[in-house]
């Protein structure tokens, strides 16, 4: 599933509404399989905010057939991929 659920207060009287938004892991590889500046842009920012599960991504990237674009990504940005640090080879 690429949506959790969060509650979203409309105000103090109405009290909150359950509303469902896309992970930062499925933003991640939404951006790397579209691929526009812009798209790798965005994925630099997620990678130094560091505000993603890296085996969970790693996992979305494997299901939908990322793999190679992911590490294109990495590679033409000089980033040491952070799906495979710590990773025995």
Do not use: Y
Request: aromatic share 6%; charged share 25%; hydrophobic share 40%.
């Amino acid at each position: 599933m690429g949506a959790a659920t969060i509650e979203i207060e409309i105000n103090p009287d109405e009290g909150s509404v359950p509303t469902r938004v896309l992970t930062a892991e499925h933003l991640m590889a939404t951006a790397l399989n579209i691929g526009r500046p812009k798209d790798h842009i965005r994925l630099n920012q997620f990678i130094e905010a560091g505000v993603f599960n890296p085996s969970t991504l790693s996992s979305i990237i494997e299901r939908h057939g990322l793999r190679a674009k992911w590490a294109g990504f990495c590679r033409r940005f000089g980033i040491d991929d952070p799906l495979t640090l710590g990773r025995k080879a």
